[in-house]
Every structure is written in structure tokens, then in C-alpha cells.
């Protein structure tokens, strides 16, 4: 059920669909206290408290923020609550994955790897590769699809097309073995959240070893005392030896029957020979065994460029970086084997790479170019380093935020706060909805109202409800699960949106933690130390999705977010022939605004730093691959018309959902929650023309709670309209999803109106 479904997706999808989003701000820990024992509030959302600003609220960020190390600083050490009980996955780790005893990367691009008959496709970019079983092909098989090859659909005359993909299972190039049969056994080791070493075994125990990098130049590939051997299912035309680019490597050109040319570099070592021979149409064969021989394939004619890194080859990636106001500095450290002319390897860079680069990275800029699957041209760099510096959001707090100019400030008039109050007066009298309405409307109440009655009537059904949670009294409670290591729901595969195989877990949690730090935010303002009682709980939710160090022994460094391609996945241990995949973009920078937010709240100036170098990651990822506005030249050009993705996989990219077909549901899956922060990442001119283009011609057709979502949508390019829209007379409440409150609605809209 949560395998992301290969092409086409769903076309049964009916309106009455079971919403994957919609009910309450959506996604299952947005709206898990429908299953509170009890019956209470739920929750969802965000804040921190500092200092008054004169034009708004009290409510203010320090904006004179700096750090360094900030990816060694662990947010804990401890083992996780007791509250949590400790289980065992359903889903085993394959026998000869070794993981050292640490935490195993569950939502990560190998972890096709890891699944099922472990022969599913990862993607490096621009390379995919996969254990191959296939009888005649055993090893590892490799292929780099050119754009050319994309297949578009249903209607490929259409434009937009629905929907774009790259074939899969075209073995190009497969490095085995003669040594190699049906007994061939896949293993991974020194796995990490940027890397892990793919071990091919055959059944005498000789092995291939294949570094996985995720934007590795090479598909590189070691024998240990293993007879080499390379097929391919397209056909060799011709496997010529070329000249060496250095002592000690031997290079050849091949040039399949896709007339697809491919070079190859072969590393001996010392006192060992070795020499290929195209044996039959599908088979290039060494003469004997050897033991550390470098196999190194490129999908590339460019002698030039790959003779000068040949022999080098990356074997692990590493973060480093840190922030100082509005800017951030981060790099993606190679670490590297093996020598070359150069003196670096070849690495690829995604759009959104290149176009954050630091200076000095341009003298490592090639001319050659390969097509990803579903995020345009990667370039390739000489060099055994990525470093970048971007702007970072550390002006946004919880304080309404609009990137219109000259709106950057939030004000409210007289008007605007009377209707704001009878909003909030009528709201807050209502219980048993979902906790981010009122986290939201607790922040209005005693921030921009300053409404002492209405605050401490909210607050303490707000801290009741945030309790249950984190004593895990709600019907599903969470458990530590001892296999992958990590905080899961109780639930079974087929509930909570898939919860317990680690499915959307940035989503869920980042709504728990946006809840508690604008309550605790609230409190603190108070004199209240509610968020004593709360902390470890929190913090506990935050290492499952975002701890940031690899030695953690309880949960893996970033399960979620995915540093080399800029966002997060939110498919966790399922198998998918199209990899990875993630639907809703505004939940993922959802989950690290709540991180930031949170992180400021109880002093963790790491993990706020780390979250606002994530999330001014994802103003330019998102932008490229999730949100096309009309000059994007990244996405295919008859796709751009589509303005969102839908869903983004790691191979194909569908304007879709996972519960409709809907408009309505395609596009603001990508709006949703519409908060202090959206701005930021939804530009007033992307917004408006996904208005134009798309969502004027069906807004008056919409008459439930995506109706208000998408005029709240409006706020962000328009926001004397959307104002108008929620402050009218005649304003339905059947217009407000059950996670959005009228209040917070006229609140942020009318701050700029």
C-alpha cells in the first residue's frame, strides 16, 4: 500500500478518497489526537519568544546568530524514554548488511539495498545502479539515462504532460565476475547518510566492492580476488584500449550498441597484470584473478576531463559548515582513495548545487554535463569537495513574515485585531480539534491580541493535550523500534500513513514539534517552565528525524533530509522501482522551520543553525525541482505548466497525489501549512502565477477546506484579497479545513493587507 506505485499513478482516485492531507493540516501526527484516549486538543505547530518588536508582536528573532561545529554538537546522548517501548521491526536487515552496531539509514538513497530481494535500483545521480541477479548478468548493473530517453505521458503531445520517467533496468555496463553465479549475495557497510560500500560476494567468498557516493563522476568498482568481468544486456560494438592518462592505469573505450559511449579506467596494482578481452558481443573478461584491481566506468567521452581524475575515486561523504546571520556556509567533504593527475576526483553537481557554489569552486568546472532523472543537468567537478554559501532565514521567527516588498514587517490596525478577536473569542470556546489550529491561535491570543483572558483560558487545554503525547497515552502509542532504531507508531503498516516503516516521519513529528515550541514559547512568556517537563520528549523526536551525528547510537544522522539532493524522502522501508519519493515539499521545510523554531526556544543554537542552513537549502532545491515557476529552466519545459510536481520521485516525477486527482489536492499539498514561513520558500511570483495558471479557473468550484487554503495561499502574493476573503460577512466555516483556524487566517493575511 506505501509503495510509491510505479507509472502511471493512480487514475482511480475519487473525491471522496480518503485525504491524505487534508484533515487537519494533514498527515497522520497532525492528526493523531483523533485517537487520544481522551479526546483532547491535538496539536501542531511553532515559535519562539524573544524580544519586542515595536511593529508587531513580542515575538522576535536573534538575528545576530553565528556558529561553527555545528554538525558535531549532538542534540543528546541519552538513550530514548522509557515511555517508549522497546520493539523489534517486522522488516529484517538482511544478513550480511553490518552496520557496526550503529543506526541503520531507513529513508536514504540505498536503502533499496536493504529491502526485499535487495535488487531495486539506487540512484547516485546521474547514475543508477542495482544488484543484479539476472542469470548471465550477476554483479552490478549501471545506466545514465539522457534526457532524450524520458518517456512522457499519458499524452506525450500534451503540455503539460502529466508526468515524465527514465526507463529502468536497462543494464548498460554490469561489473561482475566469472567467479560469479545464482549464489552471488549482496552486503553494505560503512553506511552513512551520504555514502555506503555495496559488497557483491561470490560464493567462494572473493568480492566486489562498490563505493556508493551519492554524485559520484565514477561508478567504481574493486576486486578482491575475483576473475573481473563486464557484461552488458545493450551490446558491446567495440572495447579498444586508449592511451593511459597515467602509469599504472589502463584505460579503455566502449561503445555500446545504443552507439552510448562509455570509458573505462583499470587500476593495477603493484606486481599485478591484468588484460580485457572482448570475449562475445555481451562480454568483456579479464585473464585472471587479482585482488584491489580499480575498475572505474563513466558514461562519457571526454577524455580530457576524466583522464585528469582517473585513479581517484570517492568512498564517503561528510558534512562541515555553519552560520553566521543571514548567511550559511556548508560543504560536502569527499573523503577519497587513490591517486590521479588532478589530484581530486570527478563529482557531479545537481541545478541547485552549482547555482549556490562558492567562488573558488568555478576553476573546478568542467563542460561535461549528464541528465538526472528527475532534476535536470548535473555538472562535473574536479574536486573531493562541495562548498556553498546561501541566505538563511534567521530573520523569520514566529512573527508573520511576507517576501512581497515592503511588507516584510507585520502590522495590525485597530479593525484587523477586532476581527481577529472575535475570531479567536468564538475558536477558542471550541475543544477537541486539531492542536495546530490552536497552538496557532494560543500564539495570536497573547502576541498580537495580548489578550490575557483568552491565552490562559487556551493555554492549559493546549498543555493537556501536548501531555498525553508526551506521556504516550494516545491509542497508538510510540515505541522504539531496536531493529532500525528509531521512534515509530504502534499502528501496523497500512495506519498512520505508514508510520511504522518509517513513512513521513519528518512530517508527523515536525507538527509535534512546532506544537510544543509555540506553547512552550507562550509559557516561558509567562514565567511558565512547561518546556522542562516537555524537552526530552521533543528532543527525542527531533533525533529521529534530523540527529546530526553519526555516532549516535539510537538513531540515524538525518533520516530524513537528503543533503546532496537538497530536500528530505519521505518514503521509508518500503521497495520502489522508482526509488525515493516525496510528495508534500511545504511539510518538509515545515518540519525544519518547526526545528528552528524549537531549537531557539530551549537555547540549542546548533540545531537552530542546522535547520536554517536546511532550510535556506530548500529555497533553491524547491524552487528547481517541487515549484516551476515560469522562467524555471530546470524541469522539463513541457512540464513547467504543471507549476508543482506532485509527486517527485527519485526517477520519475508525477502531477498527482496520493489521495485524488483533484487540483485543488495537487497543488496546495505543496502549500500546506500556510505559516509565518511560507514566504520564504513560495515567492510572491511563483504564487501568483500558479493563481492565474491554475487556481483562479477552480477556486469559486471548491467549497470545503481547501477553499480556505487556497485563499490563504493568496495572502502570499495578495494579501488585501485574502483579508477580504476571511474578514467578509458572509465567510463560511465550511471553507476552513479542521487545522485551520479563521483566526490565524485573518491574523496573518490581514498583517499585510
Not at 555481451?282 to 580499480?294: E, F, K, L
Not at 538525518?558 to 511545504?586: I, M
Not at 524547491?622 to 512540464?639: H, I
Request: aromatic fraction near 12%.
Amino acid at each position: 500500500m506505501y509503495d510509491r506505485p510505479a507509472m502511471p499513478l493512480p487514475e482511480e482516485a475519487k473525491k471522496d478518497s480518503p485525504r491524505h492531507k487534508v484533515g487537519g493540516l494533514i498527515s497522520k501526527f497532525k492528526k493523531l489526537a483523533t485517537h487520544d484516549k481522551h479526546s483532547a486538543p491535538q496539536q501542531v505547530l511553532e515559535q519562539q519568544v524573544h524580544q519586542q518588536e515595536t511593529s508587531a508582536s513580542n515575538v522576535n528573532v536573534n538575528v545576530n546568530v553565528s556558529s561553527s561545529g555545528i554538525f558535531g554538537t549532538a542534540i543528546s546522548t541519552d538513550a530514548p524514554l522509557s515511555i517508549f517501548s522497546r520493539t523489534t521491526h517486522p522488516v529484517p536487515v538482511p544478513s550480511k548488511v553490518n552496520s557496526n552496531n550503529l543506526p541503520i539509514e531507513t529513508n536514504k538513497f540505498y536503502g533499496n539495498m536493504l529491502l526485499e530481494n535487495q535488487t531495486n535500483p539506487v540512484w547516485t545521480h546521474p547514475y543508477s545502479v542495482w544488484f543484479s541477479k539476472d542469470d548471465g548478468f550477476q554483479g552490478l548493473a549501471m545506466n545514465q539515462v539522457p534526457a532524450s530517453a524520458r518517456v512522457f505521458g499519458p499524452d506525450a503531445s500534451a503540455n503539460p504532460v502529466q508526468f515524465y520517467f527514465s526507463p529502468t533496468g536497462i543494464k548498460s555496463l554490469v561489473l561482475g565476475s566469472t567467479d560469479f553465479d545464482s549464489n552471488v549475495t549482496l552486503g553494505l557497510e560503512n553506511m552513512n547518510h551520504l555514502s555506503a560500500d555495496c559488497k557483491i560476494y561470490s560464493a567462494n567468498q572473493g568480492y566486489l566492492l562498490a563505493p556508493l557516493v551519492q554524485g559520484m563522476g565514477f561508478v567504481t568498482g574493486i576486486y578482491y580476488n575475483l576473475i573481473p568481468q563486464i557484461k552488458s544486456a545493450v551490446g558491446f560494438k567495440s572495447c579498444t584500449g586508449s592511451t593511459s592518462p597515467r602509469s599504472g592505469i589502463n584505460k579503455y573505450t566502449i561503445l555500446l550498441e545504443n552507439n552510448v559511449t562509455w570509458m573505462l579506467y583499470v587500476t593495477i596494482p603493484q606486481g599485478q597484470s591484468l588484460n580485457l578481452a572482448l570475449r562475445d558481443g555481451n562480454t568483456v573478461v579479464g585473464d585472471q584473478s587479482v585482488n584491489g584491481a580499480v575498475f572505474q566506468l563513466v558514461a562519457s567521452d571526454n577524455s580530457s576531463v576524466f583522464d585528469a581524475a582517473a585513479g581517484c575515486y570517492p568512498t564517503r561523504g561528510t558534512l562541515s559548515g555553519s552560520v553566521s546571520n543571514s548567511t550559511g556556509t556548508y560543504s560536502i567533504n569527499y573523503n577519497t582513495a587513490g591517486t590521479s593527475n588532478k589530484g581530486t576526483t570527478a563529482m557531479f553537481a545537481l541545478p541547485h548545487h552549482v547555482s549556490s557554489f562558492t567562488s573558488d569552486m568555478a576553476s573546478s568546472k568542467t563542460e561535461v554535463t549528464l541528465a538526472t532523472t528527475s532534476k535536470g543537468n548535473a555538472t562535473c567537478y574536479l574536486t573531493n569537495a562541495f562548498n556553498f554559501s546561501i541566505s538563511v532565514p534567521s530573520n523569520i521567527s514566529f512573527d508573520p513574515y511576507s517576501a512581497i516588498s515592503g511588507k516584510s514587517s507585520p502590522s495590525w490596525s485597530d479593525d484587523v485585531k477586532s476581527k481577529i478577536t472575535a475570531a479567536a473569542t468564538t475558536e477558542v470556546a471550541v475543544s477537541g480539534k486539531i492542536l495546530a489550529k490552536y497552538a496557532w491561535i494560543l500564539y495570536v491570543t497573547h502576541f498580537v491580541l495580548k489578550n490575557d483572558n483568552l491565552t490562559n483560558k487556551l493555554l492549559p487545554n493546549v498543555k493537556t493535550a501536548i501531555q498525553r503525547f508526551s506521556k504516550n497515552t494516545q491509542s497508538y502509542p510510540l515505541s522504539y523500534d531496536q531493529t532500525w532504531k528509531g521512534i515509530v507508531s504502534t499502528a501496523d503498516s497500512s495506519a498512520d500513513f505508514g508510520n511504522s516503516y518509517y513513512n513521513d516521519h519528518h512530517f508527523h513529528y515536525g507538527y509535534h514539534i512546532m506544537a510544543a515550541a509555540v506553547t512552550c514559547a507562550v509559557d516561558k512568556d509567562l514565567g511558565g517552565n512547561f518546556v522542562n517537563e516537555i524537552k526530552n520528549w521533543i528532543n527525542d523526536l527531533c533525533r529521529d528525524i534530523a540527529t546530526p551525528d553519526d555516532g549516535d547510537q539510537y538513531f540515524p544522522a538525518f533520516r530524513s533530509f537528503d543533503w546532496y539532493n537538497g530536500h528530505s524522502w519521505a518514503k521509508g522501508l518500503y521497495p520502489s522501482g522508482d526509488g525515493k519519493d516525496e510528495e508534500s515539499s511545504s511539510e518538509d521545510y515545515n518540519a525544519y522551520y518547526a526545528m528552528k523554531l524549537w531549537a531557539s526556544v530551549i537555547n540549542d543554537s546548533a540545531m537552530e543553525h542546522r535547520a536554517l542552513l536546511q532550510l535556506g537549502i530548500m529555497n533553491g532545491s524547491l524552487n528547481d525541482y517541487f515549484l516551476m515557476a515560469n522562467n524555471n529552466t530546470v524541469q522539463p519545459p513541457n512540464f513547467i505548466g504543471n507549476k508543482v510536481t506532485g509527486i517527485l520521485f527519485e526517477n520519475k516525477v508525477d502531477h498527482t497525489t496520493y489521495f485524488g486527482m483533484n487540483l485543488e489536492y495537487i497543488q496546495m499539498i505543496h502549500a500546506i501549512p500556510i505559516t509565518s514561513f511560507s514566504s520564504f520558500i513560495r515567492s510572491p511570483t511563483f504564487c501568483q502565477e500558479e493563481w492565474n495558471e491554475k487556481l483562479k479557473a477552480i477556486v469559486n468550484d471548491v467549497n470545503d477546506g481547501w477553499k480556505g487554503i487556497i485563499m490563504l495561499n493568496v495572502a502570499l502574493f495578495d494579501p488585501s484579497t485574502s483579508y477580504k476573503f476571511f474578514s467578509d460577512s458572509s465567510f463560511s466555516n465550511s471553507y476552513l479545513d479542521n487545522g485551520q483556524s479563521l483566526t490565524w487566517s485573518l491574523c496573518y493575511s490581514g498583517a499585510f493587507a
